[in-house]
């Protein structure tokens, strides 16, 4: 046998072992669909990390491709299974690269006109990121005041809208990840946590979830650069924001 396919066998069987010891029960359907209403939208709005490589010549919801290969994918597969009893339209419309600026440029056409029930926002980490590199000069107060700008349309626009604001992060180990970052990314999160509480939204707290993440392994598996996750770190992502969507009803 040569070695390459010892490698499969190995790694096969390991792979076996590990479903045989997942807990199938935490996984099954519950007796009765969750109480979700029935056809409500609901909008993930972001920039590459949201964005995952989807396909955006798709405008119609609920689309496989539409949604990337990120945390909104898996998110919106355990939506649908976890409330099969109801119809819900879920859309993808992050744009790698985008600042709260950007957001704001085309919010009627991919937020206030899809009129979304649940509206989920993950931005910041470009407003930081691009102001680092040289390529913006917006610092944290812009991005507050960008952001609450936002907020107040949306709210203005779509008075019954719950929103879930999510935390922008870093991967400590990530290879984009300077030591810089660690003093600085801070003060936008702290924005993004007040603005939650002054618009009472829901709040996905992503740094804190990884760093708990890197206690049990690096970087490498959640997230090797520090900023897009890989196919663990979306995991615990959409398990995270579940959680919080699960508040909502």
Known sequence: MNQNRRKFLRNGSLAS?????????????SAAPKKVPNGINVLFQGD??????????????NSTRAFGFGYVFLTAAQLYAENYGSSLNIYNKGISGHKVHQLAARWDEDAINLKP??????????DYWHMVNGKYDGLVDRYEKDYRDLLT??????????????????????KAITDRWEKELPAYQEAAAKLAKEFNTGFVGYQKMFDEALKKAPASVWCPDGVH????GAYLMAQAWTKEFNKLY
Request: hydrophobic fraction near 50%; charge should be neutral.
């Open 229 to 232: 996750p890989s196919m663990a």
């Open 153 to 174: 349309r949306t709210k203005k626009e779509l008075p019954n809208v719950k929103i879930i604001i999510c935390e922008p992060f870093a991967v400590w180990g990530g």
């Open 117 to 126: 029930d649940v509206l989920s926002i993950l931005i910041g980490i470009n």
């Open 48 to 61: 590459s990390i949201t964005d995952a490589g989807r396909d955006k010549k798709i405008m119609e919801a």
């Open 17 to 29: 072992l590990a479903i045989a010891a997942t807990p199938f029960a935490s996984t099954e359907l």
